[in-house]
């Protein structure tokens, strides 16, 4: 998993740059700061993904929605000891104290959501939009008949979530074929505790149709925005997640 991989570089880097400032003799304060959560910069400028998606709405989404569940999600964490990858936490959920367990459903799948959904588009002349190639394209086409048919049924999905939720592509664990599920708020299909089986495996691709999401350009026109996230859509990304 990319993002995993990612994240944990992260915090490799600010230990060293903690143990690089004070030799021999890490605080606690700096080993948890460590453990921490980050939030990514946006890989892209705000206005990239223009005009499917605004600058406006990338810069709150991500400097204040996205931001939001990181910090919170660190704030709960700071009472438990170790460290966890995002994997970790959804598949041990009801393993921590059941005061934490709404931290980690909701602001931990918030910060994850959003890491996967940056990552998952990129603008036109970056290689987004399109169709995918190679092995996805070649298991897209066996599990959904074609790409067309693929595109429509994630369409409808996403735009039939009630409420706030996202859509996902997913290589689904219990038999490896890809199908696409809903989840309410943040929710996301690694989290074993929340969702039944057949809504659990690897997210390939994620929509978020919050409406924070899109309401500023399109306000309730949320077929439009759907049909316009196609156009940026980063499949060479996505296929990486593929098992
Ligand atoms: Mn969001």
């Known amino acids: 998993m990319p993002i995993t991989r990612r994240d944990a570089l992260k915090r490799t880097a600010l230990l060293g740059a903690a143990a690089a400032l004070a030799p021999g003799w890490l605080t606690r304060a700096q080993s948890v700061e460590a453990a921490m959560f980050v939030l990514p910069d946006l890989p892209y400028p705000a ?12 810069q709150i989404h991500h400097d204040k929605h996205h931001a939001g569940y990181v910090r919170k999600l660190n704030a709960a964490m700071a009472e438990v000891s170790g460290e966890y990858s ?13 005061t934490l367990q709404g931290a980690i459903r909701n602001n931990g799948g918030g910060a994850y959501n959003h890491d996967l959904f940056w990552t998952s588009m990129a603008p036109p002349a970056r290689g987004g939009g399109g169709m995918p190639s190679g092995a996805l394209a070649a298991k897209i086409n066996q599990d959904f008949g074609s790409f067309a048919v693929f595109q429509d049924q994630f369409s409808q999905a996403a735009g039939t979530v009630f409420g706030s939720g996202w859509a996902w592509l997913i290589q689904r664990k219990s038999d490896g074929k890809l199908v696409i599920v809903t989840t309410e708020n943040q929710d996301n299909p690694l989290m074993v505790s929340v969702l039944p089986p057949e809504k659990l495996g690897t997210p390939l691709l994620g929509l978020d149709v919050w409406e924070h999401a899109y309401y500023l350009h399109y306000q309730n026109r949320r077929a439009d925005y759907i049909s316009n996230w196609w156009k940026v859509v980063n499949w060479p990304e996505v296929s990486l997640r593929l098992a």
């Not at 206005?47 to 990338?58: C, F, K």
């Not at 995002?86 to 393993?95: K, Q, S, V």
């Open 47 to 58: 206005n990239a993904l223009e005009p499917a998606i605004d600058a406006r709405t990338m």
């Open 86 to 98: 995002y994997e970790e936490l959804f598949a041990g959920m009801d393993t921590f104290p059941e």
